[in-house]
Protein backbone atom coordinates (compact mmCIF):
# COMPACT_ATOMS: atom_id res chain seq x y z
CA UNK A 1 0.00 0.00 0.00
CA UNK A 2 2.70 2.53 0.87
CA UNK A 3 4.10 1.49 -2.50
CA UNK A 4 1.54 2.33 -4.40
CA UNK A 5 1.32 5.96 -2.95
CA UNK A 6 4.68 6.65 -3.66
CA UNK A 7 4.14 5.53 -7.45
CA UNK A 8 0.83 7.68 -7.59
CA UNK A 9 2.57 10.15 -5.91
CA UNK A 10 5.82 10.07 -8.70
CA UNK A 11 3.43 10.25 -11.64
CA UNK A 12 1.76 12.69 -10.97
CA UNK A 13 4.85 15.10 -10.22
CA UNK A 14 5.96 13.71 -13.65
CA UNK A 15 2.34 14.69 -15.02
CA UNK A 16 2.59 18.16 -13.66
CA UNK A 17 6.11 18.17 -14.69
CA UNK A 18 4.82 17.37 -18.88
CA UNK A 19 2.07 19.85 -18.61
CA UNK A 20 4.07 22.75 -17.29
CA UNK A 21 6.84 22.03 -19.98
CA UNK A 22 3.97 22.00 -22.75
CA UNK A 23 2.49 25.02 -21.49
CA UNK A 24 6.02 26.56 -21.59
CA UNK A 25 6.43 25.69 -25.09
CA UNK A 26 2.97 26.74 -26.58
CA UNK A 27 3.68 30.03 -24.97
CA UNK A 28 7.01 30.89 -26.32
CA UNK A 29 6.00 29.02 -29.89
CA UNK A 30 2.97 32.49 -29.69
CA UNK A 31 5.24 35.03 -28.77
CA UNK A 32 8.17 34.19 -30.54
CA UNK A 33 6.53 35.90 -33.82
CA UNK A 34 6.39 39.26 -31.87
CA UNK A 35 9.70 39.17 -31.10
CA UNK A 36 11.07 38.43 -34.58
CA UNK A 37 9.57 41.49 -35.97
CA UNK A 38 9.96 43.89 -33.30
CA UNK A 39 13.91 43.27 -33.95
CA UNK A 40 13.34 43.18 -37.43
CA UNK A 41 11.30 46.79 -37.28
CA UNK A 42 14.89 48.07 -34.90
CA UNK A 43 17.01 46.37 -37.41
CA UNK A 44 15.51 48.49 -40.27
CA UNK A 45 15.04 51.71 -38.39
CA UNK A 46 16.19 54.83 -40.29
CA UNK A 47 16.83 52.95 -43.63
CA UNK A 48 14.84 54.24 -46.86
CA UNK A 49 12.94 51.58 -49.18
CA UNK A 50 15.40 51.59 -52.47
CA UNK A 51 13.48 50.95 -55.15
CA UNK A 52 15.98 52.03 -58.04
CA UNK A 53 17.01 50.56 -61.27
CA UNK A 54 19.45 51.53 -63.55
CA UNK A 55 18.37 53.42 -66.36
CA UNK A 56 18.04 51.40 -69.80
CA UNK A 57 16.06 54.17 -71.72
CA UNK A 58 18.43 55.93 -74.05
CA UNK A 59 16.20 58.86 -74.01
CA UNK A 60 16.05 59.63 -70.35
CA UNK A 61 19.39 58.85 -69.86
CA UNK A 62 21.20 61.14 -72.34
CA UNK A 63 18.63 63.97 -71.56
CA UNK A 64 19.34 63.68 -67.85
CA UNK A 65 23.35 63.69 -68.49
CA UNK A 66 22.27 67.09 -70.29
CA UNK A 67 20.83 68.69 -67.14
CA UNK A 68 24.13 67.96 -65.50
CA UNK A 69 26.05 69.63 -68.26
CA UNK A 70 23.66 72.50 -68.19
CA UNK A 71 24.05 72.63 -64.50
CA UNK A 72 28.10 72.74 -64.86
CA UNK A 73 27.69 75.69 -67.22
CA UNK A 74 26.33 77.37 -64.96
CA UNK A 75 28.22 76.88 -62.22
CA UNK A 76 31.24 77.61 -64.52
CA UNK A 77 32.23 81.78 -62.94
CA UNK A 78 33.60 82.52 -66.09
CA UNK A 79 30.96 81.00 -68.50
CA UNK A 80 30.19 83.47 -70.90
CA UNK A 81 26.01 84.01 -69.87
CA UNK A 82 27.64 86.04 -66.80
CA UNK A 83 29.16 88.67 -69.16
CA UNK A 84 28.52 91.48 -71.41
CA UNK A 85 28.08 95.49 -72.03
CA UNK A 86 27.85 97.62 -69.58
CA UNK A 87 26.25 101.11 -70.05
CA UNK A 88 29.80 102.23 -70.63
CA UNK A 89 30.32 99.56 -73.37
CA UNK A 90 32.54 97.58 -71.67
CA UNK A 91 32.67 93.85 -71.74
CA UNK A 92 32.44 93.01 -67.90
CA UNK A 93 31.12 90.48 -65.61
CA UNK A 94 26.92 91.30 -65.81
CA UNK A 95 25.36 88.99 -63.48
CA UNK A 96 25.83 87.09 -60.32
CA UNK A 97 26.50 83.55 -60.74
CA UNK A 98 24.70 82.14 -57.96
CA UNK A 99 21.63 83.65 -58.81
CA UNK A 100 21.52 81.22 -61.80
CA UNK A 101 22.82 78.51 -59.67
CA UNK A 102 20.04 78.75 -57.01
CA UNK A 103 17.44 78.64 -59.56
CA UNK A 104 18.65 75.02 -60.13
CA UNK A 105 19.19 73.59 -57.09
CA UNK A 106 16.95 71.40 -55.06
CA UNK A 107 17.88 73.09 -52.68
CA UNK A 108 18.43 76.94 -52.97
CA UNK A 109 20.69 77.65 -49.92
CA UNK A 110 23.36 75.54 -50.72
CA UNK A 111 26.61 76.48 -51.29
CA UNK A 112 28.60 74.86 -54.40
CA UNK A 113 32.23 75.48 -55.22
CA UNK A 114 32.16 77.26 -58.90
CA UNK A 115 34.68 76.01 -61.38
CA UNK A 116 36.86 78.40 -63.43
CA UNK A 117 37.13 77.07 -66.64
CA UNK A 118 34.67 75.04 -68.98
CA UNK A 119 34.34 71.19 -68.79
CA UNK A 120 32.52 68.31 -70.21
CA UNK A 121 30.26 65.88 -68.85
CA UNK A 122 30.92 62.50 -69.72
CA UNK A 123 28.26 60.20 -68.12
CA UNK A 124 29.09 56.84 -67.08
CA UNK A 125 26.20 55.38 -65.15
CA UNK A 126 22.39 56.21 -63.92
CA UNK A 127 19.86 55.00 -61.72
CA UNK A 128 16.51 56.37 -61.42
CA UNK A 129 13.49 55.73 -59.48
CA UNK A 130 9.67 57.68 -60.37
CA UNK A 131 6.39 58.23 -58.77
CA UNK A 132 3.56 60.64 -60.00
CA UNK A 133 4.91 63.70 -61.24
CA UNK A 134 8.74 63.34 -60.56
CA UNK A 135 11.77 61.11 -61.89
CA UNK A 136 14.50 60.98 -59.72
CA UNK A 137 18.13 60.18 -61.47
CA UNK A 138 21.47 59.62 -59.35
CA UNK A 139 23.79 60.10 -61.76
CA UNK A 140 27.89 59.28 -61.79
CA UNK A 141 30.01 60.42 -64.31
CA UNK A 142 33.82 62.46 -65.24
CA UNK A 143 34.23 65.36 -65.66
CA UNK A 144 37.12 66.97 -68.44
CA UNK A 145 38.16 69.65 -69.71
CA UNK A 146 38.78 71.08 -73.12
CA UNK A 147 42.18 69.65 -73.32
CA UNK A 148 41.02 66.98 -72.60
CA UNK A 149 42.65 66.59 -69.17
CA UNK A 150 40.53 65.11 -66.50
CA UNK A 151 39.24 67.11 -63.53
CA UNK A 152 37.61 64.58 -61.10
CA UNK A 153 34.51 62.20 -60.84
CA UNK A 154 30.65 64.03 -59.99
CA UNK A 155 27.74 61.88 -58.44
CA UNK A 156 24.25 64.21 -58.18
CA UNK A 157 20.97 63.90 -58.17
CA UNK A 158 18.44 65.51 -60.63
CA UNK A 159 15.29 65.10 -60.68
CA UNK A 160 12.66 65.72 -63.99
CA UNK A 161 9.48 67.37 -63.75
CA UNK A 162 8.11 65.69 -67.14
CA UNK A 163 4.73 68.29 -66.79
CA UNK A 164 6.74 71.14 -67.10
CA UNK A 165 9.97 70.64 -68.29
CA UNK A 166 11.89 71.41 -65.37
CA UNK A 167 14.62 70.00 -63.25
CA UNK A 168 16.58 70.60 -60.13
CA UNK A 169 20.52 69.10 -58.78
CA UNK A 170 21.26 68.00 -56.00
CA UNK A 171 24.86 67.60 -55.64
CA UNK A 172 26.50 64.30 -53.41
CA UNK A 173 29.86 65.85 -51.93
CA UNK A 174 31.11 62.01 -50.69
CA UNK A 175 31.86 60.27 -53.27
CA UNK A 176 31.54 56.73 -53.16
CA UNK A 177 33.32 53.39 -54.33
CA UNK A 178 30.32 52.78 -56.78
CA UNK A 179 26.72 54.03 -57.31
CA UNK A 180 25.49 50.98 -56.19
CA UNK A 181 26.44 52.25 -52.40
CA UNK A 182 23.97 55.48 -52.56
CA UNK A 183 20.11 54.61 -51.33
CA UNK A 184 18.04 56.97 -52.56
CA UNK A 185 14.07 57.16 -52.76
CA UNK A 186 12.20 60.00 -55.38
CA UNK A 187 10.29 62.04 -52.74
CA UNK A 188 7.52 64.34 -54.41
CA UNK A 189 9.35 67.61 -55.11
CA UNK A 190 7.44 70.86 -56.39
CA UNK A 191 10.31 72.60 -59.12
CA UNK A 192 8.93 75.66 -60.14
CA UNK A 193 9.77 77.17 -63.57
CA UNK A 194 12.52 79.60 -63.89
CA UNK A 195 14.77 81.22 -66.47
CA UNK A 196 17.73 78.24 -66.20
CA UNK A 197 16.18 75.06 -64.90
CA UNK A 198 13.89 73.81 -68.52
CA UNK A 199 15.56 70.73 -70.37
CA UNK A 200 14.91 69.49 -73.63
CA UNK A 201 14.15 65.74 -74.36
CA UNK A 202 16.59 64.05 -76.61
CA UNK A 203 15.81 62.37 -79.20
CA UNK A 204 18.12 59.21 -79.55
CA UNK A 205 18.69 57.33 -82.71
CA UNK A 206 21.24 55.06 -84.09
CA UNK A 207 23.63 57.87 -84.79
CA UNK A 208 23.08 59.67 -82.14
CA UNK A 209 23.97 56.96 -79.83
CA UNK A 210 27.03 56.17 -82.10
CA UNK A 211 28.49 59.12 -81.86
CA UNK A 212 28.01 59.17 -77.82
CA UNK A 213 29.85 56.04 -77.28
CA UNK A 214 32.32 57.22 -80.13
CA UNK A 215 33.00 60.50 -77.81
CA UNK A 216 32.81 58.94 -74.56
CA UNK A 217 35.11 56.46 -75.30
CA UNK A 218 37.74 58.86 -76.98
CA UNK A 219 37.09 61.03 -73.75
CA UNK A 220 37.99 58.21 -71.05
CA UNK A 221 41.06 56.95 -73.44
CA UNK A 222 42.43 60.73 -73.38
CA UNK A 223 41.76 61.64 -70.31
CA UNK A 224 41.61 58.49 -67.82
CA UNK A 225 42.73 55.95 -70.20
CA UNK A 226 42.51 53.25 -66.75
CA UNK A 227 38.50 54.01 -67.54
CA UNK A 228 38.91 53.33 -71.66
CA UNK A 229 40.88 50.52 -71.20
CA UNK A 230 38.08 48.06 -68.21
CA UNK A 231 35.83 48.84 -71.08
CA UNK A 232 38.16 46.90 -73.82
CA UNK A 233 36.64 43.49 -74.17
CA UNK A 234 38.75 40.85 -72.04
CA UNK A 235 40.34 38.33 -74.42
CA UNK A 236 41.12 41.25 -76.79
CA UNK A 237 42.71 43.95 -74.96
CA UNK A 238 44.67 40.77 -73.46
CA UNK A 239 45.76 39.82 -77.28
CA UNK A 240 46.42 43.67 -78.79
CA UNK A 241 48.06 45.42 -75.56
CA UNK A 242 48.64 42.33 -73.01
CA UNK A 243 48.63 44.95 -69.94
CA UNK A 244 47.55 48.52 -69.19
CA UNK A 245 50.98 49.67 -69.62
CA UNK A 246 51.18 49.01 -73.05
CA UNK A 247 47.78 50.41 -73.93
CA UNK A 248 48.62 53.55 -71.67
CA UNK A 249 51.83 53.83 -74.12
CA UNK A 250 50.03 53.73 -77.34
CA UNK A 251 47.51 56.84 -75.78
CA UNK A 252 50.39 58.55 -75.24
CA UNK A 253 52.13 57.95 -78.46
CA UNK A 254 49.23 58.47 -80.43
CA UNK A 255 47.82 61.48 -78.20
CA UNK A 256 47.67 64.06 -80.94
CA UNK A 257 46.05 62.52 -83.92
CA UNK A 258 43.56 60.80 -80.97
CA UNK A 259 42.02 64.74 -80.18
CA UNK A 260 41.35 64.48 -83.48
CA UNK A 261 39.42 61.86 -83.81
CA UNK A 262 36.11 62.17 -85.38
CA UNK A 263 33.45 59.69 -86.73
CA UNK A 264 32.45 59.10 -89.80
CA UNK A 265 30.40 56.14 -91.00
CA UNK A 266 28.43 54.00 -89.00
CA UNK A 267 27.21 50.58 -88.58
CA UNK A 268 24.34 48.77 -86.79
CA UNK A 269 24.28 44.97 -86.49
CA UNK A 270 21.36 43.75 -84.44
CA UNK A 271 22.76 40.70 -82.64
CA UNK A 272 20.71 37.77 -80.79
CA UNK A 273 22.39 38.71 -77.31
CA UNK A 274 23.87 42.42 -78.22
CA UNK A 275 23.58 44.81 -80.34
CA UNK A 276 26.99 45.85 -81.83
CA UNK A 277 27.78 49.71 -82.84
CA UNK A 278 30.57 49.93 -85.80
CA UNK A 279 32.29 53.54 -85.62
CA UNK A 280 34.77 54.49 -88.54
CA UNK A 281 36.80 57.50 -88.22
CA UNK A 282 38.25 59.67 -90.85
CA UNK A 283 41.48 57.49 -91.35
CA UNK A 284 39.29 54.49 -91.64
CA UNK A 285 40.09 53.00 -88.49
CA UNK A 286 37.27 51.38 -86.81
CA UNK A 287 36.29 51.27 -83.07
CA UNK A 288 33.55 48.61 -82.06
CA UNK A 289 30.99 48.63 -79.28
CA UNK A 290 29.31 45.84 -78.27
CA UNK A 291 26.15 46.65 -76.21
CA UNK A 292 24.67 43.93 -73.40
CA UNK A 293 22.67 47.04 -72.15
CA UNK A 294 22.76 50.85 -72.31
CA UNK A 295 26.17 52.17 -71.40
CA UNK A 296 27.08 48.29 -70.47
CA UNK A 297 29.52 47.89 -73.73
CA UNK A 298 32.59 46.29 -74.64
CA UNK A 299 34.76 47.30 -77.03
CA UNK A 300 37.47 46.52 -79.93
CA UNK A 301 39.62 48.89 -82.04
CA UNK A 302 39.81 46.89 -84.86
CA UNK A 303 38.34 43.22 -86.20
CA UNK A 304 41.95 41.64 -87.47
CA UNK A 305 42.94 40.93 -83.36
CA UNK A 306 40.29 38.05 -83.06
CA UNK A 307 39.12 37.62 -86.56
CA UNK A 308 35.42 36.68 -86.71
CA UNK A 309 33.93 33.78 -87.72
CA UNK A 310 32.50 35.38 -90.83
CA UNK A 311 36.16 36.67 -91.73
CA UNK A 312 36.99 32.92 -91.32
CA UNK A 313 34.48 31.58 -93.26
CA UNK A 314 35.07 34.30 -96.32
CA UNK A 315 38.92 33.43 -96.38
CA UNK A 316 38.59 30.13 -96.40
CA UNK A 317 36.44 29.70 -99.29
CA UNK A 318 38.11 32.35 -101.23
CA UNK A 319 40.79 31.71 -103.97
CA UNK A 320 44.76 32.10 -103.02
CA UNK A 321 44.47 35.84 -105.06
CA UNK A 322 41.85 36.86 -102.70
CA UNK A 323 43.51 35.68 -99.54
CA UNK A 324 46.31 37.80 -100.65
CA UNK A 325 44.35 41.01 -100.89
CA UNK A 326 42.36 39.94 -97.52
CA UNK A 327 46.17 39.91 -95.80
CA UNK A 328 47.34 42.57 -97.48
CA UNK A 329 43.90 44.64 -96.35
CA UNK A 330 44.67 43.05 -92.49
CA UNK A 331 48.61 44.49 -92.64
CA UNK A 332 47.68 48.23 -93.90
CA UNK A 333 44.90 48.23 -91.01
CA UNK A 334 47.56 47.16 -88.32
CA UNK A 335 49.37 50.56 -89.33
CA UNK A 336 46.91 52.32 -89.70
CA UNK A 337 45.92 51.57 -86.11
CA UNK A 338 49.39 52.00 -85.03
CA UNK A 339 49.96 48.77 -84.28
CA UNK A 340 53.24 48.41 -84.95
CA UNK A 341 53.78 45.29 -82.97
CA UNK A 342 51.32 42.98 -85.02
CA UNK A 343 52.34 44.64 -88.30
CA UNK A 344 56.31 43.56 -87.31
CA UNK A 345 55.38 40.01 -86.27
CA UNK A 346 53.97 39.00 -89.24
CA UNK A 347 57.07 39.96 -91.52
CA UNK A 348 59.05 36.77 -92.11
CA UNK A 349 61.49 36.19 -89.65
CA UNK A 350 64.68 36.41 -92.03
CA UNK A 351 63.33 39.19 -93.68
CA UNK A 352 62.96 41.47 -90.19
CA UNK A 353 65.69 39.95 -88.59
CA UNK A 354 68.04 41.30 -91.83
CA UNK A 355 66.21 44.59 -92.74
CA UNK A 356 65.10 45.96 -89.04
CA UNK A 357 66.24 43.61 -86.50
CA UNK A 358 63.92 44.75 -83.78
CA UNK A 359 60.33 45.98 -83.82
CA UNK A 360 61.56 49.87 -82.79
CA UNK A 361 63.41 50.10 -85.87
CA UNK A 362 60.78 48.88 -87.84
CA UNK A 363 57.99 51.26 -87.02
CA UNK A 364 60.82 54.30 -87.39
CA UNK A 365 61.36 53.08 -90.63
CA UNK A 366 57.61 53.22 -91.45
CA UNK A 367 56.61 56.59 -90.05
CA UNK A 368 59.85 58.01 -92.02
CA UNK A 369 58.88 56.30 -95.09
CA UNK A 370 55.66 55.60 -95.50
CA UNK A 371 52.13 57.64 -95.37
CA UNK A 372 50.65 58.60 -91.72
CA UNK A 373 46.98 57.26 -92.69
CA UNK A 374 46.58 54.83 -95.29
CA UNK A 375 44.64 53.50 -98.74
CA UNK A 376 45.62 50.71 -100.46
CA UNK A 377 44.89 50.02 -103.54
CA UNK A 378 45.79 47.00 -105.63
CA UNK A 379 47.69 46.41 -108.81
CA UNK A 380 49.11 43.77 -110.44
CA UNK A 381 49.36 40.09 -108.70
CA UNK A 382 51.36 37.28 -109.50
CA UNK A 383 52.45 33.21 -107.37
CA UNK A 384 54.67 30.76 -108.56
CA UNK A 385 55.99 27.71 -106.13
CA UNK A 386 53.66 29.24 -103.33
CA UNK A 387 54.74 32.36 -103.48
CA UNK A 388 52.57 35.25 -103.95
CA UNK A 389 53.15 38.95 -105.22
CA UNK A 390 51.02 41.28 -104.87
CA UNK A 391 51.77 44.89 -106.03
CA UNK A 392 50.09 47.34 -103.77
CA UNK A 393 49.77 51.77 -104.14
CA UNK A 394 49.61 53.37 -100.61
CA UNK A 395 48.09 56.82 -100.39
CA UNK A 396 47.85 59.16 -97.30
CA UNK A 397 44.06 59.20 -96.30
CA UNK A 398 44.72 62.93 -94.82
CA UNK A 399 47.00 64.88 -96.83
CA UNK A 400 47.34 64.75 -100.87
CA UNK A 401 50.98 63.76 -101.14
CA UNK A 402 52.69 61.33 -104.20
CA UNK A 403 51.67 57.89 -103.92
CA UNK A 404 54.11 55.12 -102.81
CA UNK A 405 54.24 51.64 -104.30
CA UNK A 406 54.90 48.92 -102.20
CA UNK A 407 55.53 44.80 -103.66
CA UNK A 408 54.29 42.24 -100.63
CA UNK A 409 55.54 39.11 -101.22
CA UNK A 410 53.62 36.40 -99.22
CA UNK A 411 53.20 32.87 -98.02
CA UNK A 412 49.79 31.50 -97.02
CA UNK A 413 49.98 29.13 -93.80
CA UNK A 414 47.63 26.77 -92.16
CA UNK A 415 44.25 28.25 -91.05
CA UNK A 416 44.54 32.23 -91.45
CA UNK A 417 47.85 32.63 -91.00
CA UNK A 418 50.27 33.93 -93.14
CA UNK A 419 53.99 35.05 -93.40
CA UNK A 420 55.22 38.35 -96.00
CA UNK A 421 58.34 40.74 -96.92
CA UNK A 422 57.88 43.95 -98.42
CA UNK A 423 60.76 45.38 -100.92
Given at each position: ?????????????????????????????????????????????????????????????????????????????????????????????????????????????????????K??????????????????????????????E??????????L?P???????????????????I??????E?????A????????????Y??????????????????????????????????????????????????????????????????????????????????????????????????P????????????????????????????????????????????????????????????????????????????????????????D????????????????E??????????
Amino acid sequence: MKKLKIIIIISIIIIIAILGTILFLNFRKENIPEIVEIEEEIAHAGEEEDNSDMVKDATKFFTVASCVSQYLDIINEKSSIYYGYNENNEYTRIMDPQENIQEILANPDKKVELLEEKVKFIPLQMRMVANESTEKYLVYGMIQNLDNEYKGDIYTYVTLCPENATFSIEPIEEKPKDIKEIKFSNEEEIIEEKASNSYEEIEVDDEYLCQEYFDIYKSLSLAKPEKAYELLEEEYKKQRFGNFETYQKYISDNREELEKLRLTQYLVNDNEEYMQYVCKNQYENLVIFDEMALMNVKIKLDTYTIPTDKFKTTYNSTSNQKRVMMNVDKWIQMLNNRDYKAAYEVLNETFRNNTFGSEEKFEAYIKENYPNHYTVEFSTYSDEDATHVQKIKLKDIAEEKEEKELEIIMRLEEGIDFVMSFN
